[in-house]
């Protein structure tokens, strides 16, 4: 029991699409604030996936789900970036 957890699995995808788009966009500020700011922004325009996993589970579904939403993923992060950019908390 004490093993298992809630996780939103959207919020991986945010994360691993966010390192992809920032390697292509190097005028980005990949600072912890302004990533966080990004994901965060991202985040709360996305549906959440919540699952139920076991301590240390490979995520293994997140490729499927990766290919499935990247593009809604793109779009709110690109979105989040122009505000961060715009307004920027460092
Ligand atoms: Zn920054």
Redesign the pocket.
């Known amino acids: 029991m004490s093993d298992l957890k809630l996780q939103n699995y959207m919020e991986k995808v945010v994360e691993k699409k966010l390192e992809e788009i920032l390697t292509d966009r190097k005028e980005v ?1 990949d ?1 912890q ?2 990533k966080l700011d990004i994901m965060a922004l991202a985040l709360n325009d996305l549906p959440p996936r919540y699952v139920v996993t076991e301590k240390g589970e490979v995520f293994s579904k997140i490729d499927s789900l990766f290919v499935q939403f990247s593009t809604d993923v793109t779009t709110a992060i690109i979105k989040a970036i122009d505000q961060v950019k715009t307004q ?1 908390r ?1």
């Open positions: 500020c600072c604030q302004c920027p460092h």
